[in-house]
């Protein structure tokens, strides 16, 4: 990627030579030591208040690298031709994060990891946390510095932090209605974004499912088929977790109350590894919008806790509330990260002039 270029500065507002960084006059914050903007204590305490949510622990999945993609493809090979001809290298600036929606915030962590991947000398503050709740016209955080590296990252910054935010708000919607039952994504997640959109799941309240083919052996039904029957693929698993000296969760897929049943027996009459049945596409929909939730509770009462139970199939926030209350212990949802819609947030170095226009078009 090419270098991004370090920051005669004109006298415009919100922009000033790096000897001269001056602090908005619209802006709540104070300016504090080293000329940098410090935070109302309100809002310091706001964004310590929840603990940063770690993201997934993935052997070989490498973040600065996605990052690193990200910004390249961004850059091409001549880097942001619009900064280099409209901005001068030691123009300084600062940018107001703006919450143009309701929902859950996500993406902040990632997010001081771009910044500090195009420019360390940027400086960021965060008025809110990961996981926390935004309302449209928001200020939730600032980035100050070179202008041109704010300017490089923001969209990376955006592209990121929306998706994130988009699948944190459904995931909150749907893991509040689903109580006691929780709610994980499943591997539907965009390519090269796996290990993103599930730190997204976990900031949201959701649980994550397996990470990838490695860490979870999930006997689905095209294993099924090829094996022979149910009882065959349980059997060839836990010959191949012994031999192999592994030990791994295990889950088999069901379609019908049979396969429950000769999952049971199996289970019965052999020492597994098995750990979770999952009772797929037992929530059957009905003409009039609602759902039939009569097979998932008979597969429920017949496992009787002997294993973890997952409920998947016709999941929306419609069905959730009713799915949880037939006791399954976990809900698995694709649509939480291949169905997102993108939570609409802003970066704005003229904070005034955008929400004027935010609440022109009822998004402030």
């Known amino acids: 990627m090419p270098a991004i270029p370090t920051a005669p500065a004109h006298a415009r507002p919100l922009l000033v030579a790096r000897r001269h960084r001056l602090p908005v006059s619209s802006s709540p914050l104070l300016t504090g030591r080293a000329g940098l903007l410090a935070r109302p204590r309100a809002a310091l305490m706001s964004a310590q208040a929840r603990p940063p949510v770690a993201p997934p622990a993935h052997p070989t999945y490498d973040l600065k690298a996605v990052i690193a993609l990200a910004l390249a493809e961004d850059a091409g090979d001549r880097g942001d031709v619009s900064c280099l001809?409209?901005?001068?290298?030691?123009?300084?600036?600062?940018?107001?994060?703006?919450?143009?929606?309701?929902?859950v915030i996500a993406g902040i962590s990632l997010a001081d990891m771009i910044f500090n991947q195009v420019?360390?000398?940027?400086?960021?503050?965060w008025f809110e946390a990961d996981g926390n709740y935004v309302h449209k016209g928001l200020q939730f955080g600032k980035v100050y510095g070179c202008a041109r590296s704010i300017i490089v990252a923001e969209r990376v910054v955006l592209n990121f932090m929306q998706r994130m935010s988009g699948i944190a708000t459904l995931t909150k919607a749907m893991s509040d209605a689903a109580r006691p039952a929780c709610i994980l994504e499943t591997r539907k997640t965009a390519p090269g974004l796996r290990l993103v959109d599930k730190w997204a799941v976990l900031i949201g309240g959701g649980k994550n499912h397996r990470l990838g083919l490695f860490d979870m052996v999930m006997i689905k039904d095209n294993?099924?088929?090829v094996a022979?029957?149910?009882?065959?693929?349980l059997r060839s698993v836990d010959e191949f977790l012994e031999k192999e000296k592994l030990t791994l969760p295990v889950e088999v897929e069901t379609r019908t109350i049979e396969e429950v049943k000769d999952v049971l027996k199996y289970a019965a009459e052999n020492r597994t590894s098995l750990t979770r049945i999952m009772l797929d596409n037992m929530v059957v929909p009905l003409s009039n919008g609602d759902v039939d939730v009569s097979m998932l509770k008979e597969a429920v009462h017949l496992i009787n806790g002997r294993f973890e139970t997952e409920a998947s199939g016709n999941v929306t926030i419609d069905t959730v509330k009713k799915i949880g209350e037939t006791g399954v212990t976990f809900i698995s949802s694709g649509a939480l990260t291949h169905s997102v819609k993108a939570l609409d947030i802003s970066l704005k170095i003229d904070t005034e002039l955008a929400l004027q226009v935010g609440r022109r078009t009822n998004r402030a």
């Not at 409209?86 to 919450?99: G, H, N």
């Not at 420019?119 to 503050?125: F, G, H, R």
């Open 119 to 125: 420019d360390p000398s940027l400086k960021v503050e």
């Open 85 to 103: 001809a409209t901005i001068p290298s030691d123009v300084e600036a600062e940018a107001t994060f703006i919450a143009k929606a309701n929902g």
């Open 228 to 233: 022979g029957g149910i009882a065959n693929a």
């Open 223 to 225: 294993h099924i088929s």
